[in-house]
């Protein structure tokens, strides 16, 4: 295999710089690509500056990956050289657990394998991720990509957008259901489109008043200034579901009281630190519940994909070339990104 070039968190105080390293052989089931397009998650800043503890460096983020085939292994059977592919936060799970067998490769009993930030379950080597030419997959953990979508907006659907489509699934996000998003940035903007592809009525929360616009262009039916008491007490009492996606620490108690009798406030928003426990009454009163999601299954992502296809969305996206993820890690803090950085991988192997 020739060398990867990529970018890596040396430390959790280091920018991201140019980091080179080989990937392994091609395995019997493995699938070789070079990556085209990378989006950049808010949960790649939490990794590479370690705020879950959990970092192991050097950290080669990127988890939400469209590559192009470029070898396969002798016994893959589903991708060949060319086919357009994507990659998504698991490469690998035990296979044979309860989670496993549903699908759920996500919550593995045994522990699922990061893109980045590993360990691979044969070598324990760590894993690197997609801020880098090219990437080496199991094909069960390879997804196929819509042909009729842009690959780059394609890329962000790999996290941000199944992170968001399992809930509203889970939850039951359809016609007659009143659907909240909390917070305007890569997931909480996939939120709101698929939301409203699925058919709820869409009810977007933001810190951000610059975002309402955006927000209702992007399938919103109502957005609500969250920092704002009155338009909050205005809908009390009325969410079948709110779906979380803020990347810091916050009062939860505004939100619940926000759901109806049996609604449901799902958390995937994931901050160094944990939000302040909300009030148990808030709770009990209405038989209201308190739920988290983790990303979705090999499946349920295959399933998004087509339902993106079916639906002609992607992500709405600001190319960069990976010089700047330094930059964008700065902006995405600032919440100053429409709506999600794509790293366009060209700019590494010139
Ligand atoms: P992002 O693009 O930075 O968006 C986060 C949004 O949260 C911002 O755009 C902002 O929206 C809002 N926000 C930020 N700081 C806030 C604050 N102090 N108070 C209130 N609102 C604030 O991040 P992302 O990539 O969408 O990721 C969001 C979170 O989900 C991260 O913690 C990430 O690690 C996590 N995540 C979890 C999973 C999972 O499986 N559960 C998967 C992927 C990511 P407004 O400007 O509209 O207020
Ligand atoms: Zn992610
Ligand atoms: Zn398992």
């Given at each position: 295999m020739n060398t990867t070039h990529a970018y890596a968190a040396a430390d959790a105080k280091s920018p991201l710089a140019p980091f080179e390293f080989k990937r392994r052989d091609l395995r019997d089931h493995d699938v070789q690509m070079d990556v085209l397009f990378c989006g950049v998650c808010h949960s790649d800043l939490h990794t590479?500056?370690?705020?879950?503890?959990?970092?192991?460096?050097?950290?080669?983020?990127?988890?939400?990956?469209?590559?192009?085939?470029?070898?396969?292994?002798?016994?893959?059977?589903?991708?060949?050289?060319g086919?357009?592919?994507?990659?998504?936060?698991?490469v690998d799970s035990c296979r044979t657990c309860a989670s496993c067998a549903e699908g759920l490769e996500q919550y593995c009993e045994n522990g699922f394998v990061g893109t980045y930030n590993?360990?691979?379950?044969?070598?324990?080597?760590?894993?690197?991720?997609?801020?880098?030419?090219?990437?080496?997959?199991?094909?069960?953990?390879?997804?196929?990509?819509p042909p009729n979508l842009d690959p780059a907006g394609v890329?962000?659907?790999?996290?941000?957008?199944?992170?968001?489509?399992?809930?509203?699934?889970?939850?039951?996000?359809?016609?007659?259901?009143?659907?909240?998003?909390?917070?305007?940035?890569?997931?909480?903007?996939?939120?709101?489109?698929?939301?409203?592809?699925?058919?709820?009525?869409?009810?977007?929360?933001t810190t951000s008043a610059s975002k309402v616009e955006d927000a209702k262009r992007l399938g919103a039916d109502e957005v609500?200034?969250?920092?704002?008491?009155?338009?909050?007490?205005?809908?009390?009492?009325?969410?079948?579901?709110?779906?979380?996606?803020?990347?810091?620490?916050?009062?939860?108690?505004?939100?619940?009281?926000?759901?109806?009798?049996?609604?449901?406030l799902t958390l995937v928003g994931a901050p160094e630190h944990d939000h302040p426990s909300p009030q148990v009454f808030n709770l009990i009163f209405k038989r209201r519940r308190l739920a988290g999601s983790l990303i979705g299954g090999i499946a349920e992502t295959q399933e998004m994909l087509d339902f993106c296809g079916e639906h002609g969305i992607t992500a709405d996206i600001e190319m960069?070339?990976?010089?700047?993820?330094?930059?964008?890690?700065?902006?995405?803090?600032?919440?100053?990104?429409?709506?999600?950085?794509v790293i366009d991988l060209d700019s590494l192997r010139k």
């Open positions: 590479a500056r370690n705020e879950w503890k959990n970092a192991v460096y050097p950290v080669v983020p990127g988890h939400e990956i469209v590559g192009r085939v470029t070898a396969i292994g002798p016994e893959v059977t589903k991708y060949k050289v086919d357009l592919v994507g990659v998504g936060c698991l590993g360990p691979d379950r044969i070598t324990g080597e760590n894993t690197y991720g997609g801020y880098s030419t090219n990437l080496v997959v199991d094909e069960e953990f390879v997804l196929r990509v890329a962000p659907l790999l996290c941000a957008g199944i992170t968001t489509y399992s809930p509203l699934r889970t939850w039951g996000a359809g016609p007659g259901k009143k659907v909240g998003i909390v917070g305007l940035g890569g997931l909480g903007h996939m939120g709101v489109k698929l939301a409203h592809a699925m058919g709820a009525h869409v009810v977007l929360f609500v200034i969250s920092k704002n008491a009155g338009e909050m007490a205005a809908h009390a009492n009325s969410f079948d579901l709110i779906v979380n996606t803020v990347a810091a620490q916050h009062d939860l108690n505004p939100f619940i009281g926000l759901l109806k009798r049996d609604g449901t960069i070339p990976m010089q700047k993820i330094n930059d964008a890690y700065e902006r995405m803090l600032k919440s100053d990104v429409k709506y999600r950085f």
